[in-house]
């Protein structure tokens, strides 16, 4: 096996800024990781929960077409599909639609609205922060506080940077079963930022990502496994995530049919359900708006 193959199978990757260090009071990080660490790993083993079908995609609720797990900012890297927050009615949006509304908007054929809920978009960090705050004061909203969390870690709506208060949401958003704050909490442990490196604590909230469908979790697994010289679990997990229409995931799994990790039945297999997620979650309005975020994003890098 190859240096470079083995490199690419070791990388992880974060969210909304939940990589960067934190320049907020930490202070009290601690206290929090210590709430988060009470951990019951007693079921860590159960095998038959980890590699089941992951639980279906959610749907965009205007184009009704699925949309990944994964809420990150990468996440049109990792299946072709980036997806928005609404804190005005806590709905989910795929950018094909945002996109299109927005088009509508400029041409006068729509108000400025929540594409879906139709209430009056939040414009200024102000008005936005305040959404976000309204939104996690109601009850089980586990969405509005891995995303207010999101915020905290990335230093983002006019927010210092605060790595504690990041974690506490991320903290009750997991409590209420979201497997991207079981994901951003498993990248704190796995790379020991904001709190003290801990595998078997990030291995724990990985598992609880994955089984909720978090596909970079689910590959993220592959990769640590894959290193610790675990090589069927390692490609048990890839082709979980290939299947629900991860790029990489897909790669690593037709390098393993090479290298004879991974059977032509069930490299064949996953290639079909691959195919079909894809197929699922695309639409011309994403292929637009994948084209207009992908030059967004050069034009912020070259700034």
């Not at 699925?66 to 009615?89: E, F, K, M, N």
């Not at 995530?241 to 790029?247: E, F, P, V």
């Not at 290639?271 to 894809?278: D, E, N």
Request: hydrophobic fraction near 30%; aromatic fraction near 8%; charged fraction near 30%.
């Amino acid at each position: 096996m190859s240096t470079s193959y083995e490199q690419k199978n070791s990388e992880h990757y974060c969210k909304d800024g939940a990589s960067d260090s934190t320049s907020g009071n930490t202070s009290n990080i601690d206290a929090v990781s210590d709430s988060i660490s009470r951990l019951d790993i007693s079921n860590d083993d159960d095998d038959d929960k980890l590699f089941a079908d992951p639980p279906p995609k959610e749907e965009c609720p205007i184009c009704l077409q699925p949309i990944p797990h994964a809420r990150d900012v990468s996440a049109g890297g990792i299946t072709g599909v980036d997806c928005l927050y609404q804190a005005c009615c806590g709905k989910i949006l795929c950018f094909g639609c945002v996109v299109a509304a927005n088009e509508e908007m400029k041409k006068g054929n729509m108000k400025r609205l929540c594409p879906f809920c139709r209430k009056p978009i939040a414009w200024s960090d102000k008005e936005c922060l305040k959404v976000y705050k309204d939104r996690v004061k109601l009850q089980g909203d586990a969405e509005a506080l891995y995303q207010l969390g999101c915020k905290y870690a990335g230093g983002l709506l006019g927010l210092r940077r605060n790595g504690e208060k990041a974690l506490e949401l991320w903290d009750r958003a997991a409590d209420l079963g979201s497997c991207n704050a079981h994901k951003n909490i498993a990248d704190q442990y796995y790379k020991g930022e904001r709190v003290e490196q801990d595998t078997d604590k990030a291995m724990h909230h990985y598992r609880l990502a994955a089984i909720g469908g978090h596909e970079m979790a689910r590959h993220n697994l592959g990769a640590i496994e894959y290193n610790k010289g675990n090589n069927e679990r390692a490609y048990k997990h890839y082709m979980i995530a290939a299947k629900a229409g991860m790029d990489n995931a897909l790669k690593v799994v037709g390098d393993g049919y090479k290298y004879g990790y991974v059977t032509k039945d069930e490299y064949a297999s996953t290639l079909r359900a691959y195919q079909v997620s894809v197929n699922e979650m695309k639409s011309k309005q994403r292929t637009i708006s994948a084209s207009v975020l992908g030059e967004k994003r050069v034009k912020m890098y070259l700034k």
